[in-house]
């Protein structure tokens, strides 16, 4: 498994936008052929839910249907960080956003396919 710390979530306005970081310590997180990360949200009685995945290599993207065309999954190799760019932030996207990672070089929407998992940080939108 590999640590994972997410950060960057906040109060923010609807219509807004917010960027949320994934930083992993460990050196091979940037390796193309190993971890695929993804981003999941969870609010309060809700189930965990997809946003959005990229792979090691950055060549597979995805994303859910509720974010496609707002939010934006990015990585940067040089600070072994994932990013989630969020824009048009509505009431709806309020939820604890979590960064997940698994070493199969495909995402997937299953939360239960991922073996690693960062505590989470809280996105509000205020309306």
């Known amino acids: 498994q590999v640590q994972l710390a997410e950060s960057g979530g906040r109060l923010v306005q609807v219509g807004g936008s917010l960027r949320l970081s994934c930083v992993s310590s460990e050196r091979t997180f940037n390796n193309y052929s190993y971890y695929t990360v993804a981003w999941f949200r969870q609010s309060p009685g809700k189930e965990r839910e997809f946003v959005a995945g990229?792979?090691?290599?950055?060549?597979?993207?995805s994303y859910a249907h509720s974010v496609e065309g707002r939010f934006t999954i990015s990585r940067d190799y040089s600070k072994n960080t994932v990013y989630l760019q969020m824009t048009r932030l509505n009431p709806e996207d309020a939820a604890v956003y979590y960064c997940?990672?698994?070493?199969?070089?495909?995402?997937?929407?299953?939360?239960?396919?991922?073996?690693?998992w960062g505590r989470g940080t809280q996105v509000t939108v205020s309306s």
């Open positions: 997940a990672a698994r070493i199969v070089p495909v995402v997937s929407t299953d939360s239960t396919s991922y073996v690693s």
């Open positions: 990229i792979r090691g290599n950055g060549a597979d993207i």
